[in-house]
């Protein structure tokens, strides 16, 4: 099977595989309903007062429905409607919707913390061999259920993921997924030069491969496909082309690359393409920068490429903890987050790169990374790029994001006192006021981890309790 796919034909076979899987967390088709106090966002507060942007009820009530939102309001105003429901109640708790990682790799859990060295030393030094294991897909699915426990643990509920190059790494990650009804956007590394031969693929075999695993997987229940280019450095110009050749012909599946992430890198890529304008330049002229194009890191980027990503309606991951971890720089907020240029922006924890499963802990970094550039983030301006931010960077905010009525129960439950520390700072839940909340939820961001998650669920269904 895993031969067949490789030479790219006979996509419809393995389906049988799929179909054969036993659910391991069906969607649920009874009805829900949840009791507690909610926090979402419903509009961007870099741009709006907060006021408008920020939905806190205090004492709530959350209807759900084969996981989908069936009702959302204050419990005094449904609970005539919905009083015959057995109600989970969360009181003192407050439930805010699945946290959304618009970058990270799986292969890479295991090397997380590795020490001392910078991005490309990192590369040859840590990653590339990790990634190698990936070939075998009974490696390949053990860590892949190790990494999927672990996001929901921290209450990340969506995320953007690198597979390896190896195809089974992809239908490894994508069947455990599955088994868990997460949603969940991957791709295979297309990678044809400036690495080991164990990791290279060719321009073709990876458009083949891509689009056999395209037809597998893109649209299978809540899974999404990423054509994905591990970076200019790794990939032949014929490589890119193909990529944007795949883009022409699946336009609904997303591209995920890496840009601008390091001085030396960026060097490296001038030398590799002298006949292109710049780093973004390399990836527009191969087709790839567009809607649903989501660019890791862009720390070094032009005020040029932060506008053209801003007119092309592509998105960039902003992975704090793996910019300060690899000593490649501060991402510039104030430019992703322009009135004249604004680009959507969502928060990636770039595991192994970064140093976190944690969004509570990425959240953290980029408010130092923001302070020291003399204009922190907002308590409000954080969750919402970790929530409905990271859904606009995916393009899915008909689905994901907040607690809007329609959109899908992916949700976690968060104690603000959670440990000793925490209860001395909020001593008194639910916050009475939106400035008591925007208090009570700096502290958790600052303090908390996955301690915090007391729960998450997804598609309605129960996942994760802490
Ligand atoms: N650039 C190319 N590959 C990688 C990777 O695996 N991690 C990070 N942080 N940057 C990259
Ligand atoms: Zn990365």
């Given at each position: ?53 920020v ?5 709530g ?42 970058h990270?790799h ?36 053990h ?54 031969n ?27 496909y ?22 022409q ?34 990836y ?68 192994g790169?970064?140093s ?8 953290h970094?980029?408010?130092l ?6 204009r ?67 502290a ?23």
């Open positions: 099977m895993q031969r067949v796919l490789r030479m790219g034909i006979a996509v419809n076979q393995p389906e049988q595989s799929l179909s054969a899987l036993k659910p391991f967390m069906p969607a649920s088709d009874v009805s829900l309903a949840i009791r507690a106090a909610f926090l979402d966002l419903i509009g961007d507060p870099f741009y709006e007062k907060e006021q408008e942007c939905r806190y009820i205090p004492d009530l959350l209807i759900v429905e084969n996981g989908v939102i069936q009702e959302f309001g204050s419990y005094e105003a449904l609970q005539s409607r919905y009083g015959s429901l057995p109600i989970t109640a969360y009181p003192g708790k407050l439930v805010l919707p699945g946290l959304i990682d618009t990270i799986y292969p890479q859990m295991e090397m997380i913390a590795a020490y001392g060295e910078q991005l490309l030393e990192w590369l040859n030094k840590y990653t590339f061999p990790t990634e190698a294991k990936f070939k075998d897909i009974t490696y390949a699915r860590m892949a259920a190790q990494f999927l426990d672990e996001l929901l643990k921290n209450g990340t509920t969506t995320a953007l993921v690198f597979a390896a190059v190896f195809p089974e790494s992809v239908d490894a990650f994508f069947e455990e997924a599955s088994r868990r009804n997460l949603r969940m956007i991957a791709g295979k590394v297309m990678m044809d030069r400036n690495a080991p164990y990791l290279r693929d060719t321009a073709e075999q990876s458009y083949l491969d891509t689009k056999a695993l395209i037809q597998k997987w893109h649209k299978r229940g809540r899974l999404l990423a054509i994905t280019p591990r970076f200019a450095v790794t990939s032949s110009e014929s490589q890119l082309e193909l990529a944007g050749k795949l883009r012909e699946f336009p609904d599946v997303y591209l995920h690359t890496h840009l601008s992430e390091n001085v030396n890198e960026v060097a490296l890529v001038a030398k590799l393409f002298p006949h292109r304008q710049g780093y973004l330049d390399v527009d002229q191969a087709g790839l920068v567009g809607e649903r194009s989501v660019f890791a890191h862009g720390v070094q980027l032009t005020d040029a490429e932060f506008q053209r990503l801003s007119a092309a309606k592509a998105a960039i991951a902003c992975c704090p903890t793996s910019n300060l971890f690899l000593g490649s720089g501060l991402f510039k907020f104030h430019c992703a987050k322009s009135r004249q240029h604004p680009v959507k922006l969502g928060l990636g924890t770039d595991v790169g970064g976190s499963f944690s969004l509570l802990r990425t959240i970094e980029a408010y990374v923001a302070q020291l550039q003399g922190p983030l907002s308590p409000f301006q954080s969750l919402f790029l970790a929530t409905l931010g990271g859904a606009e960077a995916l393009c899915l905010t008909d689905k994901l994001g907040n607690f809007t009525v329609g959109k899908e129960a992916d949700f976690i439950v968060v104690d603000p006192q959670a440990t000793p520390l925490l209860r001395l700072r909020n001593p008194h839940v639910p916050a009475a006021s939106i400035e008591h909340l925007a208090d009570q939820l700096f958790v961001m600052t303090l908390g981890d996955d301690r915090v998650i007391q729960a998450t669920y997804v598609a309605g269904s129960l996942a994760y309790q802490g």
